[in-house]
Each structure stands twice: as C-alpha cells, then as structure tokens.
C-alpha cells in the first residue's frame, strides 16, 4: 500500500479553492475550473505543493482521508470535486470494479492514446524519468502499487503520479 502526504487545509487555500469549482446542485457534478492533469482530474496548489482537487474537496467536507485509501468517484467524472460523489475507497477495490463494468481493459499499456489506470514498468519508468531497473525496487519498497493481471504485474498510474508530485 503506498502512502500519500495528509493533506493540510487552510482558509486562504480553501477561498481559492471554492474559486475554481463551478459549484452546482448538491446532487449534480461540481466541476472544477483549474489546472487539470492528463487524465482531467483537477490539480491544486498547497503550500509547496499539489494535491488532487478532488481528495481536497473530500478533506474539506470529510476531514483527513483515512491512511492508504483513495477517494474515487461516484460519478466517473474526474473534473467533479462534489463530495457527495466522492467516497474512500482502496485503489486496488476501485480498480477491480472498474475492470468488472468493463471500464477498462486487462491490456491498456498495448492501445495507443488510451489513457489506463494501469501502466507497465516500462511506462511507469518513463512518466518518472528514471531508469527501468529502479522500478522492482520502488514496487518492493510499497512506492509503487502493482495489481496482477494476467500473465503480468501492472503498476497503478495513480501510485506513479503521486510519486511524480
Ligand atoms: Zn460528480
């Protein structure tokens, strides 16, 4: 299980916050208005650093995310930062239920342009910039979260961004 950095809510971040998020109905997407990364979920500045819009929006209505979990998406839209649409949940559960509703498939990394939550270690190494051989090392070490595929270990794109952040 990777771990990710608390993340640490102040009232000048949250003003900011609540400005780039197209705030709707309670029961409709709330899409956010900022940087997006590419794969469309929002990304925003705190402190030194960035987080996931949408994991600061469930720390704001939620409190702090319990350790090792993700917030995932009622919805499947990743712009949306309402948290009525968010819930925690671990990325290996999300994955798999993705894989059941056929949101995905087993073999992402070998169709161009199709953005997967699952990359090879050849992929994952690019994205980082680093060398292939370093990734059995960040896998064992819990950096990088794997999910077996068929014939193959796959590594979680999330685990990759949250290590690039
Ligand atoms: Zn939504």
Redesign the pocket.
Known sequence: MFKMKPIVVTDSATKRFRNKVNIANAD????WNGTTNKKGYGMFSVGSRCVFAHRYSYVLAHGEIPEGLLIC?????PK???P???FAGTNKENIIDAFKKKRMSWNPVDRPGMQSDLVSGAEAARILGIGKYRIPRLISSGKLETVNAPNRRLITRESVESLRL
């Open positions: 409709e997407c709330w899409e998406h009622k919805c499947d839209n949306c930062v309402n009525a649409h968010l």
